[in-house]
């Protein structure tokens, strides 16, 4: 395969970044810095070689999931991104759509699946129409606008919005690699990944996967927001720690940063050492979709997880009992934590509501929100035992 | 032997009101969700099913009787096609339209797995308007319709069903509304 | 005592109704009304003397919410 590699190539496929490398959204540039996009016969197993896991949340390898589609399926790229601290994959789309459809394509080719869909946020699909119609190889991409909804990035809530248009989280009665959209064999994979399989399918696993670590391999976008001088997406290996990631757009102490986004966990200042992966294996943190947000030490984390808690509890799609009715419960204990109520029993009440709802819903809706919560009891230990005592430690 | 079938026509009659009604009630106890005294939830659902089945057993035994019956001089479509019978097309044809609309009620019932809840659920809507047809029907068609006895039973099932709709109306009808949010749909 | 089948809740379905509970044991209500399994989650694993009660909590289930599948969950 280094025949084929020219060191252009080379430099701009295995370095980092490898994704945010700053030309031009256009096809002419994209041919330029990478080649056409070559029909490699064995994509599957070179994706299992890379140890390429999903950019959109739930970290599962990739080749796994692909190993578990039947020909003649459904490819889709989910560029969705409800999650509303989520840059990256809107960022893709406009700077490298070319990348994305290339990983879509390819993938499909890899599966001989028969339907392409690539369902993107409203201020993505401008740039994903101009660039498929750049290019002649494209035309069996169907583009779909996703609406503005926290639980719509979910995967049986994309295979909806394609079948019936709302978008709603589904039961998971069977995977939707065995059955999803009309009873096809569907994959729904991010565009970060599928943009990762577009250099995987010019370079080969093994090259893409020489950056990282063996537990967490290739480069990962991450959404940094909060109290930071500089929000925005950056690009980063495997095996950094929180601190480097951090670092460059938050000069100001940290006292926490929530990683993994809304549906993440808090984690303190003594975290920023240890590593941001895949999974919680060897320590990491897990990344989810790859959304930092950073608390300063001006601001009540408590405060900051009671609106979120608020936020997540009103982005119910509202179709479980569990969730319509717990989220909002737990979210108004969460706040009456934060606004100072020293009732003995809140953080047990916390705790009982935060278990009441987990796993308890069709999507992890709930379990995404419970985890939030609990993580926010431990980091903020210390605020919870001083709002008990009647003060908050961010009002100085 | 014809006077037995006008008998039995008649008697089968009576059975299917009350039987109607009582599946009327029980039913609506199913939606609400709550037990009856000591008989649990699923023994009110199957309490439900099992005599609305058994109302579908009597209407054949009223049906088929009252076609014997050579004073009722009924036709076999007349049992099914509404207001169309030689005696009495209206009465006649209020019992034709309970008949379907019961029929309807029941196979959708018993073919709630397959057809899937939705439609189990807007056919099973019908009960509301089958059961006053066929109290109608029974009224009108029935050779004591306007008797007392049975015009006071009438008004007894009338009142009792009313009441239960009445009730489903309400706020706490269903257990456990008045504390929760229901899901949306 | 690994239970090879599972009584599945379709939350999307669920209305709360309590036939279910009623029939399982393991299964309670939550201050909503909402069935709770004894472990948490979304799947009662069935033991052998369950097998019929939860049969027949997926044929009483007045909203289809119920279904019988394999033990591990399928994510």
């Given at each position: 395969m280094s025949s084929t590699s020219t060191p252009d190539l080379a430099r701009a496929t295995l370095g980092v970044p490898r994704l945010l490398t700053?030309?031009?959204?256009?096809y002419g540039e994209h041919l330029r810095a990478l080649g056409p996009l070559p029909q490699r016969a064995g994509l599957v197993d070179e994706i299992a070689r890379s140890g390429l896991t999903g950019r959109?949340?739930?970290?599962?390898?990739t080749s796994t999931k692909l190993a578990a589609m039947a020909p003649r399926g459904v490819v889709i790229g989910n560029?969705?991104?409800?999650?509303?601290?989520?840059a990256k994959d809107e960022l893709l789309l406009h700077n490298r759509p070319h990348l994305v459809i290339d990983g879509l394509l390819a993938t499909a080719h890899a599966l001989a699946a028969r339907r392409l869909h690539l369902v993107v946020g409203a201020a993505s699909e401008e740039p994903v129409r101009r660039a498929l119609r750049e290019?002649?190889?494209?035309?069996a991409i169907e583009v779909t606008v996703a609406p503005?909804?926290?639980?719509?990035?979910e995967a049986s809530a994309v295979v909806d919005l394609l079948a019936t248009g709302r978008g709603l989280p589904k039961d998971h009665a069977v995977r939707l690699t065995t059955r999803?959209?009309?009873g096809r064999s569907t994959l729904v994979q991010n565009v970060e990944t599928l943009a990762h399989i577009g250099l995987i399918a010019r370079v080969g696993g093994e090259r893409w996967g020489a950056?990282?670590?063996?537990e967490d391999r290739g480069t990962r976008l991450f959404s940094i927001s909060g109290d930071v001088a500089h929000p925005g997406v950056i690009e980063a290996p495997g095996g950094s720690s929180l601190r480097s990631l951090i670092a460059p757009s938050s000069p100001q102490p940290v006292s926490a940063v929530l990683v993994g986004g809304y549906h993440g966990a808090w984690v303190g200042?003594?975290?920023?050492e240890r590593t941001v992966g895949a999974?919680?294996?060897?320590g990491a943190i897990p990344a989810g979709a790859g959304i930092l947000v950073v608390l300063g030490d001006r601001s009540c984390g408590l405060r900051t997880a009671a609106e979120i808690a608020a936020y997540l509890a009103a982005e119910?799609?509202?179709?479980c009992g569990p969730c319509v009715n717990g989220l909002p419960a737990l979210a108004d204990l969460v706040s009456r934590v934060a606004d100072g109520d020293?009732?003995?029993r809140l953080p047990a009440q916390v705790e009982r509501m935060a278990g009441l709802v987990?796993?308890?819903?069709?999507?992890?809706h709930p379990d995404g929100t419970a985890k939030m919560v609990r993580s926010a009891l431990v980091a903020f230990a210390d605020d919870v035992a001083a709002h008990q005592h009647g003060f908050c430690r961010a009002a100085r | 032997m014809t006077e037995a079938f006008w008998a039995l026509g008649r008697a089968s009659g009576v059975v299917l009101l009350l039987l109607m009604t009582v599946s009327m009630l029980l039913g609506l106890l199913t939606r609400s969700g709550r037990p009856l005294v000591r008989l649990p939830r699923f023994g009110v659902l199957l309490a439900h099913r099992n005599i609305a089945l058994l109302s579908v057993v009597f209407l054949g035994v009223h049906v088929v009787s009252l076609l014997l019956?050579?004073?009722?001089?009924?036709?076999l479509i007349d049992v099914v096609v509404p207001?169309?019978?030689?005696?009495?097309p209206i009465a006649v044809g209020l019992g034709a339209v309970a008949l379907d609309l019961m029929l309807a009620v029941a196979i959708t019932a018993l073919l709630r797995r397959r057809l899937g809840h939705r439609v189990f659920r807007v056919v099973h809507w019908a009960a509301y308007v089958l059961w006053p047809i066929a109290l109608l029907h029974g009224v009108t068609a029935?050779?004591?319709?306007?008797?007392l006895p049975f015009l006071a039973l009438s008004a007894f099932t009338a009142t009792a069903v009313g009441a239960a709709v009445v009730w489903r109306m309400?706020?706490?009808?269903?257990?456990?509304r008045r504390i929760r949010t229901e899901p949306a749909r | 005592m690994s239970a090879s089948t599972a009584l599945h809740i379709d939350w999307t379905r669920c209305?709360?109704?309590?036939m279910c509970t009623e029939l399982l044991t393991g299964l309670g209500r939550d201050e909503w009304g909402y069935p709770l399994v004894a472990g948490g989650g979304s799947d009662l694993p069935i033991r052998t003397h369950d097998v019929e009660a939860a049969d027949d909590a997926v044929a009483l289930c007045p909203v289809l919410a119920l279904s019988i599948r394999p033990a591990r969950p399928t994510r």
């Amino acid at each position: 395969m280094s025949s084929t590699s020219t060191p252009d190539l080379a430099r701009a496929t295995l370095g980092v970044p490898r994704l945010l490398t700053g030309h031009g959204p256009g096809y002419g540039e994209h041919l330029r810095a990478l080649g056409p996009l070559p029909q490699r016969a064995g994509l599957v197993d070179e994706i299992a070689r890379s140890g390429l896991t999903g950019r959109g949340g739930a970290a599962f390898p990739t080749s796994t999931k692909l190993a578990a589609m039947a020909p003649r399926g459904v490819v889709i790229g989910n560029g969705s991104e409800g999650e509303p601290l989520s840059a990256k994959d809107e960022l893709l789309l406009h700077n490298r759509p070319h990348l994305v459809i290339d990983g879509l394509l390819a993938t499909a080719h890899a599966l001989a699946a028969r339907r392409l869909h690539l369902v993107v946020g409203a201020a993505s699909e401008e740039p994903v129409r101009r660039a498929l119609r750049e290019r002649g190889d494209a035309d069996a991409i169907e583009v779909t606008v996703a609406p503005d909804r926290f639980v719509g990035g979910e995967a049986s809530a994309v295979v909806d919005l394609l079948a019936t248009g709302r978008g709603l989280p589904k039961d998971h009665a069977v995977r939707l690699t065995t059955r999803g959209l009309r009873g096809r064999s569907t994959l729904v994979q991010n565009v970060e990944t599928l943009a990762h399989i577009g250099l995987i399918a010019r370079v080969g696993g093994e090259r893409w996967g020489a950056v990282g670590v063996p537990e967490d391999r290739g480069t990962r976008l991450f959404s940094i927001s909060g109290d930071v001088a500089h929000p925005g997406v950056i690009e980063a290996p495997g095996g950094s720690s929180l601190r480097s990631l951090i670092a460059p757009s938050s000069p100001q102490p940290v006292s926490a940063v929530l990683v993994g986004g809304y549906h993440g966990a808090w984690v303190g200042r003594d975290a920023l050492e240890r590593t941001v992966g895949a999974s919680s294996k060897h320590g990491a943190i897990p990344a989810g979709a790859g959304i930092l947000v950073v608390l300063g030490d001006r601001s009540c984390g408590l405060r900051t997880a009671a609106e979120i808690a608020a936020y997540l509890a009103a982005e119910s799609a509202g179709q479980c009992g569990p969730c319509v009715n717990g989220l909002p419960a737990l979210a108004d204990l969460v706040s009456r934590v934060a606004d100072g109520d020293r009732d003995p029993r809140l953080p047990a009440q916390v705790e009982r509501m935060a278990g009441l709802v987990e796993g308890r819903g069709a999507c992890h809706h709930p379990d995404g929100t419970a985890k939030m919560v609990r993580s926010a009891l431990v980091a903020f230990a210390d605020d919870v035992a001083a709002h008990q005592h009647g003060f908050c430690r961010a009002a100085r | 032997m014809t006077e037995a079938f006008w008998a039995l026509g008649r008697a089968s009659g009576v059975v299917l009101l009350l039987l109607m009604t009582v599946s009327m009630l029980l039913g609506l106890l199913t939606r609400s969700g709550r037990p009856l005294v000591r008989l649990p939830r699923f023994g009110v659902l199957l309490a439900h099913r099992n005599i609305a089945l058994l109302s579908v057993v009597f209407l054949g035994v009223h049906v088929v009787s009252l076609l014997l019956d050579p004073y009722a001089q009924l036709k076999l479509i007349d049992v099914v096609v509404p207001f169309g019978a030689a005696r009495a097309p209206i009465a006649v044809g209020l019992g034709a339209v309970a008949l379907d609309l019961m029929l309807a009620v029941a196979i959708t019932a018993l073919l709630r797995r397959r057809l899937g809840h939705r439609v189990f659920r807007v056919v099973h809507w019908a009960a509301y308007v089958l059961w006053p047809i066929a109290l109608l029907h029974g009224v009108t068609a029935g050779s004591d319709g306007r008797s007392l006895p049975f015009l006071a039973l009438s008004a007894f099932t009338a009142t009792a069903v009313g009441a239960a709709v009445v009730w489903r109306m309400t706020d706490h009808f269903v257990e456990y509304r008045r504390i929760r949010t229901e899901p949306a749909r | 005592m690994s239970a090879s089948t599972a009584l599945h809740i379709d939350w999307t379905r669920c209305r709360g109704r309590g036939m279910c509970t009623e029939l399982l044991t393991g299964l309670g209500r939550d201050e909503w009304g909402y069935p709770l399994v004894a472990g948490g989650g979304s799947d009662l694993p069935i033991r052998t003397h369950d097998v019929e009660a939860a049969d027949d909590a997926v044929a009483l289930c007045p909203v289809l919410a119920l279904s019988i599948r394999p033990a591990r969950p399928t994510r």
